[in-house]
């Protein structure tokens, strides 16, 4: 087992004998699932409105009616829930005082970065995967078209990989792990805030660079099932960005 | 195996250490003495590379602190002041953990862990979670930690904090044990741990070393002169004035009960021969007649009060030797 393995390991095992990943991921199915049904009820009542008005058959589009509306409203709960995912991974180390002890041993801070950026990674892939059973369900009682579906999973994927690593950066940057997780949000808020700046700034350059810098219209794009290599540069680098910062800051405190 | 050349460490603009210079040879036991917020901490966490000196070169085994920090960490088993342990591991699971980060594997790893595990007797826990053990478990298991990878340098910060006196000579012993194959760092406020388990001892203070040299040679280096303590019997009242009439003597300090006196008489001078027959003739009536050493306990609060180090020693023999002024101030 190479010392990245023995982290994530280790990770691994501190969530799931801590009650945050039950709690988390409770909350985090619960709202899924509510919202899903909620959507599908909604999409339900639009159709039999459509066949009185229509009469006879009406066609329903669930990728627009209830896939789209669901990631959409996933942006919220990601941006509450995977700060809290997060908070601890950095900040609880340097409570117990045992971040001394991973710096001093033989390993480097990226692979300890890596190794704790990834654990809470598999964490929120494996949650994601249980949503995956409301498609399938829904696939028994009606027909859709899976390319959005999977491109809205990378996008829940890309977008929360890209707040885990921001989650991440917070909690490197404290001992508190309250302090770290409302770092986490309001530093995600003020991604998703900008976007209205950008709006309002139009079409002018700096809107445009403002826009960009937000993760909204990119996400937008994959929700809409649209592969552009550009929001897939947006968060890669967004994403490689902040592990940068994290391994910077985590690097640092021996040169304080 | 350890050369610390000139290190300075400053917070801003707090100094923490000031042109610290020691070294350490292969298999010796060097104690860290000093007070709260002396700098043994500091310089701790300079040796395990937690962070580099602000000047100055630190070198374990031959490599440098900052520039080889992997090679030195690789050799180096340290154990903080606060255990490293994480509550929600079994000490099994833990020790793993720690053999992996060293990059320990397979059968090396399980036969380091069980030696670890033999070695600080932690065999009747191995399957408990850490977070239940209690303070003396955790230490223990952080002391195991360190010697994990057995590795050839040990740095450890007070060590038998928190153990019973049981452990505490248990732990002594071990790192007794490990002198002559070891080189080991160990930071105490504790003095008789630096006696007992030290060839030699650092006193440092206010971010500087003050003194360096073996418990006894320190001891003897600050003594300025010799003490005698004799209980009489039957004092006279005059005993003072009639002891100091005694060649050779050159003071007399009333003791803590009343028939006890202190001699004091000039170095190299044993006058108990001279002391016994005067008092014998004089049918004082002798109990008893001893000299009185200083133990590092006087010369650590000499040194780290005064701060002036072994070239200015204050002449001060209540300090020194007989704590009964003080005691006399306490009774009611």
Known sequence: M???????????????????????????????????????????????????????????????LVFRNLFASMRFVLLIILPILTMRLFAEERKLRTFEFLMTSPIGAHEIVAGKFISALLIYLGLLGVTGLVPTILMLFSDFDWNPILTGYLGMALLGAFFLSVGLFASAITENQIVAAFVGFGTLLTFWLISGLGALLGDTPAGQIITYISFMSHYEHLVRGLIDTSDLVYFGSGLALMLFLTHRVVESTRWK | MIDVQNITKRYGHHTAIDRVTFSVAKG?????????????????????????????????????????????????????????????????????????????????????????????????????????????????????????????????????????????????????????????????????????????????????????????????????????SVTLKTPPADGEAQLRAIPGILNVFP??????????????????????????????????????????EDVFLRLTRHEEGLSHPTDSPEVATDPQPSVQEAAP
């Open chain 1, 2 to 64: 190479t010392p990245v393995q023995a982290i994530i390991a280790k990770e691994l095992r501190g969530y799931f004998v801590s009650p945050i990943v039950y709690v988390v991921g409770a909350v985090f199915l619960l709202i899924f699932g509510f919202l899903s049904y909620l959507y599908v009820e909604f999409a339900g009542a639009q159709a039999i409105q459509l066949m009185q008005m229509q009469g006879g058959m009406a066609q329903i589009n669930l990728n627009d």
């Open chain 2, 28 to 228: 010796e036991v060097l104690a860290f003495l000093g007070p709260n917020g002396a700098g043994k901490t500091t310089t701790m966490r300079i040796l395990t590379c937690f962070m580099p000196a602000t000047e100055g070169t630190a070198r374990v085994a031959g490599f440098d602190c900052v520039e080889q920090s992997m090679e030195v960490k690789r050799r180096i088993g340290y154990l903080p002041e606060t255990p490293p342990v994480y509550q929600e591991l079994t000490v099994t699971e833990y020790l793993t953990f720690v053999g992996q980060l060293r990059g320990i594997t397979g059968p090396a790893l399980t036969s380091a862990m069980d030696q670890s595990i033999g070695r600080l007797e932690l065999g009747s826990v191995r399957h408990r979670l850490i977070g239940n053990l209690s303070r003396g478990y955790r230490q223990r298991v952080g002391l195991a930690q360190a010697l994990l990878h057995d590795p050839p340098v040990l740095i450890l910060d007070e060590p038998t904090v928190g153990l019973d006196p049981k452990q505490i000579i248990e732990i002594r012993e071990l790192i007794k044990s490990l002198a002559g194959s070891h080189s080991v760092i160990l930071s105490t406020h504790i003095l008789p741990e630096a006696t007992a388990v030290c060839q030699r001892v650092v006193i440092i203070s206010g971010g500087r070393i003050v003194a360096e040299d073996t418990p006894d040679q320190l001891s003897a280096r600050l003594r300025q002169s010799e003490k005698i």
């Open chain 2, 255 to 296: 003791g803590q009960s009343g028939g006890t006196y202190l001699i004091e008489c000039a170095l190299g001078h044993d006058l108990r021969d001279e002391i016994a027959r005067f008092v014998v003739t004089k049918q004082w009536g002798l109990l008893e007649l001893k000299t009185i050493s200083m133990t590092l």
